[in-house]
């Protein structure tokens, strides 16, 4: 095998990407991976996850100092941030752990290429590196090779973009150098959650327009209805069934922009006023330049990549994972994509992936989580259920720590008692959700949650109280 020559070539190293490379190599695959950016982590670790994840840590600390810590008696003489160094230290992280990623790269001796990868023939990859002074062109043979290339946030077709700087996504948002006074968030959804809780905490008023009448739509009514309780009470303002129908420049200077948009029901026009608007309308599928018709690999009409249930395109030998192919676009749902591909790769026969089981979060405050199947969702299979909910602010932890809002439902079948699906707002909800999804992955029932010992004070005792709700319809707490 000559030093062009690989077993396995991945495309993209967000963390589909890079953690599928790095199994392979432990699978004694030679292996490299393509990245078109200059550092690795792909748009979770770079202008995603992370960086937003950081920022909602720091307006949290500076929202409870401001809001809360007053009853914990803790005072301020002069309390302020610093946008600047709450960037920087956002920036510290990213480049700490992309250094981190590097060296996992060396570790497990995978080549790494910077460049735009495209496909030249079934076994043969070009790759171009526009970002040097001297542009490079290389080719690169494989035997099997996994696109990981992600997805990009969308840009409304029929919006008006006339003032770019004032318009922008949520990469652009992560990096403001000042805080809007008047912030406008187009899309409801888990982004525009987050991103309207950093800059209401750092003072901005914000309005988020949603098309649907609810916000986060896909997860279970009743976290919707909560979060919007919620976020309203910390004067966010959230308008849904609105299609937003034009944006427009205020006035020469560019320093306002108006949101136009039409009720869906009644067709009545509102106008909303605001110095920055972010667009948090989904994420399109990243397939450019991959050269996809040189080797006859199909897209949906969404752009979509299309695959089998082993992750295979149309070329047996060539895998998509992640955001490329649909689905729910979270990073660990890519890596858990990205394994499953190495591992069929090998000749191993991974389980099945069961996407009703990839947990869902939200980092506001408090946070959301979410795993199985919905209320809606299992009256539309016309299964018999029963429900617990139990009410976060019974929990002597909640009331400790002073996040008493939210609750903990379970979704169980009313004949096996089998957990068919776990909701919860309430703080610590991203930790949380994982016993919800191991209990189903075992196919647990109500009552094996409710025999478990949970520790006390903790928010998990919420888990055991909505459990013995759903088996026997009783609390010992409510």
Same mark, same amino acid.
């Given at each position: 095998?000559?030093?062009?020559?690989?077993?396995?070539?991945?495309?993209?190293?967000?963390?589909?990407?890079?953690?599928?490379?790095?199994?392979?190599?432990?699978?004694?695959?030679?292996?490299?991976?393509?990245?078109?950016?200059?550092?690795?982590?792909?748009?979770?670790?770079?202008?995603?996850?992370?960086?937003?994840?950081?920022?909602?840590?720091? =307006?949290?600390?500076?929202?409870?100092?401001?809001?809360?810590?007053?009853?914990?008696?803790?005072?301020? $003489?002069?309390?302020?941030?610093?946008?600047?160094?709450?960037?920087?230290?956002?920036? #510290?992280?990213?480049?700490?752990?992309?250094?981190?990623?590097?060296?996992?790269?060396?570790?497990?001796?995978?080549?790494?290429?910077?460049?735009?990868?495209?496909?030249?023939?079934?076994?043969?990859?070009? !790759?171009?590196?526009?970002?040097?002074?001297?542009?490079?062109?290389?080719?690169?043979?494989?035997?099997?090779?996994?696109?990981?290339?992600?997805?990009?946030?969308?840009?409304?077709?029929?919006?008006?973009?006339?003032?770019?700087?004032?318009? !922008? =996504?949520?990469?652009?948002?992560?990096?403001?150098?000042?805080?809007?006074?008047?912030?406008?968030?187009?899309?409801?959804?888990?982004?525009?959650?987050?991103?309207?809780?950093?800059?209401?905490?750092?003072?901005?008023?914000?309005?988020?327009? #949603?098309?649907?009448?609810?916000?986060?739509?896909?997860?279970?009514?009743?976290? =919707?209805?909560?979060?919007?309780?919620?976020?309203?009470?910390?004067?966010?303002? !959230?308008?849904?069934?609105? =299609?937003?129908?034009?944006?427009?420049?205020?006035?020469?200077?560019?320093?306002?922009?108006?949101?136009?948009?039409?009720?869906?029901?009644?067709?009545?026009?509102? @106008?909303?006023?605001?110095?920055?608007?972010?667009?948090?309308?989904?994420?399109?599928?990243?397939?450019?330049?991959?050269?996809?018709?040189?080797?006859?690999?199909?897209?949906?009409?969404?752009?979509?990549?299309?695959?089998? $249930?082993?992750?295979?395109?149309?070329?047996?030998?060539?895998?998509?994972?992640?955001?490329?192919?649909?689905?729910?676009?979270?990073?660990?749902?890519?890596?858990?994509?990205?394994?499953?591909?190495?591992?069929?790769?090998?000749?191993?026969?991974?389980?099945?992936?069961?996407?009703?089981?990839?947990?869902?979060?939200?980092?506001?405050?408090?946070?959301?989580?979410?795993?199985?199947?919905?209320?809606? $969702?299992?009256?539309?299979?016309?299964? $018999?259920?029963?429900?617990?909910?139990?009410?976060?602010?019974?929990?002597?932890?909640?009331?400790?720590?002073?996040?008493?809002?939210?609750?903990?439902?379970?979704?169980?079948?009313?004949?096996?008692?089998?957990?068919?699906?776990?909701?919860?707002?309430?703080?610590?909800?991203?930790?949380?959700?994982?016993?919800?999804?191991?209990?189903?992955?075992?196919?647990?029932?109500? #009552?094996?949650?409710?025999?478990?010992?949970?520790? @006390?004070?903790?928010?998990?005792?919420?888990?055991?109280?909505?459990?013995l709700l759903s088996f026997e319809n009783r609390s010992i707490h409510i």
């Open positions: 095998m000559n030093n062009n020559s690989y077993d396995l070539v991945v495309i993209g190293s967000g963390p589909g990407g890079y953690v599928s490379a790095i199994r392979a190599s432990q699978l004694g695959l030679r292996t490299a991976i393509i990245e078109k950016y200059k550092n690795l982590g792909g748009t979770c670790l770079n202008v995603g996850c992370i960086p937003s994840k950081s920022l909602l840590d720091s =307006s949290k600390y500076f929202f409870l100092a401001k809001n809360h810590y007053s009853s914990h008696g803790i005072f301020f $003489e002069k309390l302020f941030f610093d946008l600047k160094k709450m960037m920087n230290r956002k920036n #510290e992280i990213v480049r700490n752990i992309n250094n981190g990623i590097k060296f996992l790269m060396k570790k497990n001796k995978i080549d790494v290429y910077q460049g735009t990868g495209s496909f030249k023939t079934k076994n043969i990859l070009l !790759i171009k590196n526009e970002t040097s002074l001297i542009k490079e062109k290389q080719e690169i043979q494989f035997k099997f090779c996994i696109i990981s290339t992600g997805s990009n946030p969308s840009w409304g077709p029929s919006l008006n973009f006339d003032i770019k700087n004032k318009i !922008i =996504s949520s990469t652009e948002a992560l990096n403001l150098n000042e805080v809007p006074n008047k912030l406008i968030i187009i899309g409801g959804g888990v982004i525009g959650l987050e991103l309207g809780s950093i800059f209401n905490r750092l003072g901005s008023e914000v309005t988020i327009i #949603e098309t649907m009448d609810r916000i986060i739509s896909n997860m279970d009514d009743s976290l =919707s209805i909560e979060m919007k309780k919620i976020l309203e009470k910390y004067s966010i303002k !959230i308008e849904t069934s609105l =299609s937003v129908t034009n944006i427009i420049k205020k006035n020469n200077n560019h320093k306002e922009i108006l949101v136009v948009a039409k009720h869906n029901h009644n067709g009545n026009k509102i @106008h909303i006023l605001g110095d920055y608007c972010i667009l948090s309308i989904g994420r399109t599928p990243y397939t450019k330049d991959l050269g996809l018709e040189n080797v006859g690999i199909k897209t949906d009409k969404k752009g979509f990549i299309l695959v089998n $249930e082993s992750l295979q395109s149309v070329r047996n030998n060539i895998y998509a994972i992640g955001d490329v192919i649909g689905g729910k676009m979270l990073a660990h749902k890519a890596e858990e994509e990205g394994l499953y591909a190495v591992e069929h790769i090998v000749g191993q026969k991974p389980n099945k992936l069961n996407y009703n089981l990839i947990p869902s979060v939200i980092y506001t405050y408090p946070e959301v989580a979410s795993v199985g199947f919905t209320e809606k $969702e299992i009256k539309r299979n016309k299964i $018999e259920y029963n429900i617990g909910i139990f009410p976060m602010k019974v929990l002597g932890r909640a009331r400790a720590s002073g996040c008493i809002d939210g609750f903990l439902k379970i979704i169980s079948h009313k004949e096996t008692d089998e957990i068919l699906g776990v909701h919860l707002i309430g703080e610590h909800a991203a930790d949380m959700i994982m016993e919800a999804t191991v209990a189903m992955e075992f196919q647990s029932s109500s #009552e094996d949650i409710y025999r478990i010992s949970h520790p @006390h004070p903790t928010f998990s005792e919420s888990f055991k109280e909505a459990a």
